[in-house]
């Protein structure tokens, strides 16, 4: 039994779907780290110094976010995937090319968020399931601080 566990004393087939799992948050947040960032960068209008504020904390927030994943990927014993083109082909989070409108770029977060808080859901179950309390606690915090963007963001929106 001892044998079929990792370093850090979980089940290793379970830590490999857990990292493919967390693979595919990265590159969700690779995308969605630059897409806020290309939001922060063109953002035009008469919102313009809200948003290229709060745009700026989400990018900033996403580059920690996708540190501790790329971190969690590696102490469960995997590599995590560091090309824009392993991003690009492992990411539901389509690239947002040349957006200065601040209604659609929060419709584009909005959207950016229905694919994160879902793989996150699915991740929190699969790491109770395997008693690997590290990713649990980062999906738990990570779950807790969207749910109350959607919510803001949302409220920006009047939705």
Known sequence: MKQNLNQIGLDRTASNDLADKLNELLANYQIFYMNARGFHWNIKGEKFFELHLKFEELYNDSLVKIDEIAERILTLGFTPPHTFGDYIELSKIKVAKNISNGTEAIQLILKG???????????????????????????????????????MYSAYLNQ
């Open 113 to 151: 968020y229905e694919v994160l808080l879902p793989l996150e859901r699915e991740l929190l179950e699969l790491s109770g399931e395997s008693n690997d309390e590290g990713t649990n606690a980062l999906m738990s915090d990570y779950i807790r601080e969207q749910e109350k963007l959607i919510w």
